[in-house]
């Protein structure tokens, strides 16, 4: 039997995202757009073959990870119209007598649990991963019947899901033809895959295979902290380049991974796990922990990053920055500082110009765009979004959302 073909959706434009507005599939982590990562992750779980649904803007990238050992298809949707449209896009593309496996571009998953997924599948004519929750999941629960799936709960209201598994978006079916042409008579809308698959379930028996490894998907802006945090765990190498300067008065200590370029000035202290990319500057006396500095980043005098994410050049100049996102290309001026915890001690929600969202965080700083600049002095209370280059002036404490190239007086 071949090996099953993975179709990997990530044509997404990131809606949800805001206020970031890279795209999810093509934003950078350890210098590399995540979609590398998954890529990565089902090549070590056995792909040989995937057929990636992108977009017009993430399309040349996915393009140039192919490989002899993984080889990929690209097919772009034109419009973000959602999951089914895209697997009926990439339905097109795969001969009748193959199997597949079906799963989101942007989910992170332990391999070794993905290559015993695959090995158990062929055993079943359609196989979920299920992930067993102790608190409410806003997503889709599994209905449980003589240990198959027996429908999809999409969304239930807290207090009625039907067991405590829920449905990650690692899909294979021995027969995908069936499911494309259920996706297909289905007209529309958000869930129209999880409709699809809950008929299939009337007629076919669908198992499941229970994941209790770590799982993360980028969904919203918080969610790169969540993501962040992920990395650092499982996916850090424990390792400094040859091509790496390192005064000898800074102190590192913990697994650190610290890429060609970089430099590690007199006095600076990083505090694993930390991963410091290509070309950054840590600067004097600054603090680095548990954070993420992708390249050409300036961590300048007298910094702390702590439990957070700075994207591509992006220039800090003795800040505090904790438990945020900066895009990229994002400027905090001296002395600018994001708050991260309520003074009641409630649970931190994001603030986007035309909404709250729950964040389940105890802690959450700001979620700063791509281009941000803000004046010296500044403080973000805990929170706050800022939209692609907006600015702030001198001194100001911003404690609600900025929108995108708007000036916070």
């Given amino acids: 039997m071949k090996n099953p073909i993975f179709v990997v959706l990530a044509g997404g434009i990131g809606k949800n995202f805001a ?7 093509i ?18 779980a056995g792909a040989k073959e995937a057929i990636v649904v992108c977009n017009k803007i993430n399309e040349n990238i996915i393009q140039n990870l192919s490989s002899r050992s993984l080889k990929i298809q690209t097919i772009v949707q034109q419009e973000a119209s959602g999951q089914a449209d895209a697997i009926i896009l990439a339905a097109k593309l795969i001969p009748k007598d193959r199997t597949v496996i079906i799963m989101n571009g942007v989910d992170l998953i332990d391999p070794s649990a993905i290559k015993n997924f695959v090995k158990k599948a062929p055993k079943t004519y359609a196989q979920i991963l299920a992930m067993k929750v102790t608190e409410y999941f806003p997503g889709g629960y599994l209905r449980i019947k003589n240990d198959r799936v027996a429908s999809i709960v999409e969304k239930p209201k807290q207090g009625t899901e039907p067991s405590d598994m829920v449905n990650l ?85 913990g697994p650190v991974q610290i890429e060609a370029g970089a430099k590690i000035l007199a006095g600076a202290v990083i505090k694993g796990p930390a991963y410091i990319g290509a070309n950054a500057i840590v600067g004097n006396h600054s603090l680095i922990r548990d954070s993420i500095i992708e390249s050409d980043s300036i961590i300048g005098f007298g910094s702390e990053v702590a439990r957070s994410y700075v994207g591509p050049n992006c220039s800090l100049h003795h800040n505090f920055i904790g438990d945020s996102v900066l895009e990229s290309e994002v400027n905090p001026s001296y002395g600018t500082c994001t708050a991260n915890l309520r003074f009641d001690g409630s649970k931190v929600k994001m603030r986007l110009p035309e909404k709250l969202i729950d964040t389940n965080k105890s802690k959450l700083g700001a979620i700063m765009a791509r281009g941000v600049f803000l004046g010296v002095n500044c403080s973000i209370l805990p929170g706050i979004t800022l939209g692609e280059k907006a600015t702030a002036m001198p001194g100001s404490v911003i404690s609600r959302a900025v929108q995108a190239k708007e000036m916070f007086r």
């Fill in 19 to 25: 206020p970031l507005v890279t795209t999810k599939s």
């Fill in 27 to 44: 934003f950078p982590f350890f210098g590399r757009p995540f979609i590398a990562h998954t890529l990565e992750m089902i090549q070590m």
């Fill in 169 to 253: 978006f690692f899909h294979y079916f021995s027969n995908p033809q069936e499911i494309f042409a259920l996706v297909t008579k289905e007209k529309g809308g958000d869930d129209a895959y999880e409709r699809a698959l809950d008929r299939l379930m009337k007629t076919r028996e669908v198992s499941f295979m229970t994941y209790d490894s770590y799982w993360s998907k980028l969904k919203a802006a918080h969610n790169v902290l969540d993501v962040t945090n992920l990395f650092l765990k499982h996916k850090l190498k424990n390792r400094i380049s040859r091509a790496a300067l390192i005064d000898r008065s800074a102190h590192i200590e």
